[in-house]
């Protein structure tokens, strides 16, 4: 009985498949042909159980709504400081600081804008409130 390696199998998974941008992330699509794969090279004689198949797909699934929820948090915590004045780390000798306009998201992550430029959460240094400006006393009213 001959048996292929995983390797050779009809859809091989490669780093540049499996591996997103930075994060270097598994997707639900990685996570199924790698199952597929295991399933298709298993010993005949020793079966994987189900119920550790299951475990599996039961920990991917947490995994991935973990990773769901802690986008969402970043999100939420980007929109708050829109209004607030911050300050900034450019890069290792720059600093720029200026109010939040707005958050835009770059590959899933997002990030804000202060004057004019997109800046990652992680370059934030410190946040204070926006202190408004006094409002002019209104011109033409007379108090007798």
Do not use: W
């Amino acid at each position: 009985m001959q048996v292929t390696s995983a390797t050779s199998a009809t859809n091989p998974i490669t780093s540049t498949d499996s591996l997103t941008g930075s994060s270097q992330a598994l997707s639900q699509k990685d996570f199924l042909q790698l199952m597929v794969t295991q399933m298709q090279n298993q010993n005949p004689l020793d079966p994987q159980s189900d119920t550790q198949m299951a475990a599996e797909m039961a920990q991917f699934t947490s995994l991935q709504q973990s990773s769901s929820m802690a986008s969402s948090l970043s999100m939420i915590q980007a929109n708050n400081l829109v209004g607030s004045t911050v300050n900034v780390q450019v890069d290792s000798q720059t600093m720029t600081n200026g109010v939040v306009q707005g958050v835009v998201l770059r590959n899933g992550t997002p990030e804000i804008l202060v004057n004019g430029a997109a800046y990652n959460l992680s370059q934030l240094i410190s946040v204070a409130p926006t202190v408004a400006a006094p409002a002019a006393a209104s011109q033409g009213s007379t108090t007798p």
